[in-house]
């Protein structure tokens, strides 16, 4: 290998760890946020985010906010979603999705045969037990029905179950809980070799 192969080789190598440390860098800022749906990987979402705020007005359910100045000039009014306190309806039509022209948000295309693209996966969800009422004794099921995806949240000798394969982490669930703390946990889709911890 000359010497200016060499040097290529090596701009390469450099290029190619930078951009990975970036990535991971912005990933573990991520765990302190949920991006809206079929947002880009955090990276290329900050790239493409223009901070325009049309998916906040568009959202018909109030779900997303703006993030605040104080968690930095890099993510200050980027779009997330707000789901200790709602959850997100997967709206048919995607209204934040279809809005947003940079791209930061982008749906999958259709597969060939045309079916939709499946729904994104936004968040972890888990039950917390020992604040769920079913797991104590007395009966409850006010979450029973709130999940629009079939199979997601399933009743198991009265005491409800999320099928972590099919959850997407809308937090209607949680939303439809009715103790405090909320015994549905949501976290960044980015936490997931996190410790659970209460949200």
Known sequence: MDRRAFFRHG????????????????????RRWIRPPYALDELEFLLACTRCGE???????????GLSTRLGAQVAATPALDLLHKGCHLCRDWPCVNICE???????????????????????????SS????????????????????????????KPHIVRELCV???????????????????????????????
């Open 11 to 30: 701009l390469r190598k450099v290029s190619r760890a930078a951009v990975e440390g970036a990535e991971q860098y912005t990933a573990r800022r991520a």
């Open 55 to 65: 998916c906040l007005e568009v959202c018909p359910n109030g779900v997303i906010f």
């Open 102 to 128: 940079p791209q930061a948000l982008k749906s999958p295309e259709s597969n060939p045969q045309g079916e939709p693209p499946p729904p994104p996966i936004l968040a972890l969800a888990e039950i917390d």
């Open 131 to 158: 604040a769920c009422l079913p797991y104590a004794g007395p009966e409850c099921g006010a979450c029973r029905g709130s999940c629009p995806i079939p199979g997601a949240l399933q009743w198991r000798l009265d």
């Open 169 to 199: 982490g809308c937090a209607l669930c949680r939303e439809a809980c009715i103790v405090e703390p909320k015994a549905i946990r949501i976290r960044s889709r980015y936490a997931e070799d996190d410790e659970p911890r209460p949200a």
